[in-house]
C-alpha cells in the first residue's frame, strides 16, 4: 500500500482544513487508517484512527470535538477534517494504514504498516 498526503497548510487559529489521504494498492478496505501528527522537536502522535468498515472512530482528547476522521472504500480514500484549529495543532501530518493482521492499539504507532510522506500544516495566532 502507498499513501500520499495532501491538503495541508497555512491557516489562522480558528480557520479549518481538510487532509486527504489516497490509497493504492488492492483491499484498501481491509485496512484500519490513521492520523498522527509530529511537531519539531516532538515526537510523533496519534491524532485519529478508523476501522476498516468506517463504522467505528477513534480520537485524543486534544482533537476531539474539533476533528474528524472518514473514509470512502470506493476511491480508497480516508479524510481528516480538522475544524477549530489552534497553533498547537501546527505539526507535519501523517496517514498510515494498518494491514488486517496487524496487532496493537489504535492510537500506538506501532500497530501500522504503511506510512504516507506527510503534510505540512501551520496554524498561525
Known amino acids: 500500500v502507498q499513501l500520499q498526503a495532501s491538503g495541508g497548510g497555512l491557516v489562522q487559529a480558528g480557520g479549518s482544513l481538510r487532509l486527504s489521504c489516497a490509497a493504492s494498492?488492492?483491499?484498501?478496505?481491509?485496512?484500519?487508517m490513521g492520523w498522527f501528527r509530529q511537531a519539531p522537536g516532538k515526537e510523533r502522535e496519534f491524532v485519529a484512527a478508523?476501522?476498516?468498515?468506517?463504522?467505528?472512530?477513534y480520537y485524543p482528547g486534544s482533537v476531539k470535538g474539533r476533528f474528524t476522521i472518514s473514509r470512502d472504500n470506493a476511491r480508497n480514500t480516508v479524510l481528516l477534517q480538522a475544524n477549530s484549529l489552534k497553533p498547537e495543532d501546527t505539526a507535519v501530518y501523517y496517514c498510515?494504514?494498518?494491514?488486517?493482521?496487524?496487532?496493537?492499539?489504535?492510537?500506538?504507532?506501532?500497530?501500522?504498516?504503511?506510512w504516507g510522506q506527510g503534510t505540512q500544516v501551520t496554524v498561525s495566532s
Open positions: 498510515a494504514a494498518a494491514g488486517p493482521y496487524s496487532s496493537g492499539s489504535y492510537h500506538t504507532r506501532s500497530r501500522y504498516d504503511y
Open positions: 494498492g488492492r483491499a484498501f478496505s481491509s485496512y484500519v
Open positions: 478508523i476501522s476498516w468498515s468506517g463504522g467505528d472512530t
